[in-house]
């Protein structure tokens, strides 16, 4: 499923390679992502529990590294993303009083 998405991963990582290269905060700027560079329907295909696995995944940063070579000295400035992509996303899937079964999605709290 995930090779799908790459093209368009790569692309989305061109542009947050752009934001950790000129030290944009790393925390804002994963907020912004979701609300605004993640299309609703990558929800239909990727599901915010299979996000967080690959998300959560033992080799992420090999695997970014490898479709964004510029990312490679940024490490610790895409951990921080990371951390708070899976922050919003986990926040996403908790119950809410409106849908208290629905499992939300990526861009339900970032907003």
Same mark, same amino acid.
């Given at each position: 499923?995930? +090779?799908?998405?790459?093209? +368009?991963?790569? @692309? ?15 925390? +804002? ?7 605004? #560079? ?13 996000? *967080?696995?690959?998300?959560? #995944? ?25 951390? @708070? ?21 990526? *861009?339900?709290?970032?907003?």
């Amino acid at each position: 499923m995930l +090779m799908f998405f790459k093209p +368009m991963l790569q @692309e989305k990582l061109k542009i947050i390679a752009g934001w950790a290269q000129q030290g944009k905060d790393a925390q +804002m700027y994963a907020e912004l992502f979701l609300r605004e #560079h993640v299309p609703s329907s990558v929800q239909d295909y990727l599901p915010p529990a299979k996000a *967080l696995e690959y998300l959560n #995944h033992e080799k992420w940063f090999e695997t970014v590294c490898e479709w964004e070579p510029s990312l490679t000295n940024v490490r610790e400035w895409c951990t921080t993303f990371r951390d @708070e992509l899976i922050y919003w996303i986990s926040e996403s899937m908790k119950p809410t009083e409106d849908a208290p079964t629905d499992e939300g999605g990526y *861009l339900d709290v970032a907003q």
